[in-house]
């Protein structure tokens, strides 16, 4: 684990996040599946300061007022991402 944030909002804890070595991605997103089930699943396209194009995979689950995402570069392409975030009222 390269960090860990908790976000809270009128004294309620909102959100998690968590960054990660890209390279525990897969063992990550297989815990999260084998936990919570088939995740939908987004694409989206990356490209570093040299044009070189890198696939960004975005696992989503979904339960009650709470969703949680497994991304696998979250900010930067250094680190992949875990967000936990309750919806706001």
Known sequence: MKGLFLYFYAGKLE???LTLDPKHFSDVVGALTKRYGTAS???ETLQNVTGVAF???IYSWRRDQ???E???YGRNLETSSVIYRTDFP
């Open 41 to 43: 699943l987004a694409t």
């Open 66 to 68: 709470a969703t949680l």
């Open 15 to 17: 959100m998690i996040s």
């Open 70 to 72: 497994a991304q696998t």
């Open 55 to 57: 696939e960004n995979k």
